[in-house]
């Protein structure tokens, strides 16, 4: 079964700074998707950035890019820039390919901006 | 369009009463998810729907949960004799049938407290 791993319950990072959260997942398969998505206090989960398995160049989304390491089983995410409103929690997220309904969590990060 | 609404925001009940909670989703979307979170993990899944037909439960779903989408448009779900363990945030979300790389559109989430 697949699993996946986010082993930082919380991360701190001074505003205008860099920080880079944490994902390892464990899977057969080789065709699959990952997913960050942010959650706000109080508010709905938004998709961050996303990563097909497929292609080795890693996701870009503005201050948001990934680190994905295919053969380690890693998908990292790194914030450029870090602003107040990027405090949240941070899910990382896997799906098989052919799934077309179930994402599988990770526990989540607690980030912290210092201003 | 304004996005996966989610009715109440906020539910109380005492154990061993009903609720039943409201997802309208986006409405160009025909597949339909319900996760469960509680407090400090990632969400877990807990069915879908491709239009009206209920195509996955999780073993999650125990009898006292049913959820329905008639007409394939709104979904409802509901808890049954709730005990103090159903206490969680109740998240809906939807996409289109060919996700592909795409996540979910998510709704605000209804916080279940059961005294």
């Known amino acids: 079964a697949q699993t996946v791993t986010q082993s930082q319950p919380e991360m701190s990072v001074q505003e205008a700074e860099t920080v880079t959260l944490s994902c390892t997942y464990d899977t057969s398969e080789s065709d699959y998707y990952l997913f960050w998505y942010k959650q706000p206090p109080s508010r709905q989960m938004i998709l961050v950035i996303r990563?097909?398995?497929?292609k080795q160049q890693n996701a870009t989304e503005n201050r948001f890019s990934v680190n994905f390491q295919k053969a380690a089983k890693s998908f990292s995410l790194k914030i450029s820039d870090s602003q107040l409103g990027d405090a949240a929690m941070y899910f990382c997220a896997y799906r098989h390919m052919d799934s077309n309904y179930q994402l599988i969590w990770g526990a989540g990060t607690k980030l912290i901006i210092k201003p | 369009d304004t996005g996966v609404s989610q009715d109440p925001r906020h539910k109380i009940t005492k154990r061993g009463q009903n609720v039943t909670f409201r997802c309208d989703p986006i409405s160009e979307h025909n597949r339909l998810y319900w996760y469960r979170q509680t407090l400090g993990q990632g969400p877990e899944f807990l069915t879908y729907?491709?239009?009206?037909?209920?195509?996955?439960k999780s073993r999650l779903l125990s009898d006292r949960f049913s959820a329905e989408r008639p007409k394939g448009s709104f979904s409802t779900l509901e808890i049954q004799r709730t005990e103090q363990g159903d206490s969680a945030m109740y998240l809906c979300a939807s996409s289109l049938r060919q996700m592909g790389s795409s996540g979910y559109t998510f709704g605000s989430g209804t916080r279940l407290t059961v005294v």
């Open positions: 729907f491709q239009n009206e037909a209920q195509l996955e």
């Open positions: 990563q097909e398995a497929y």
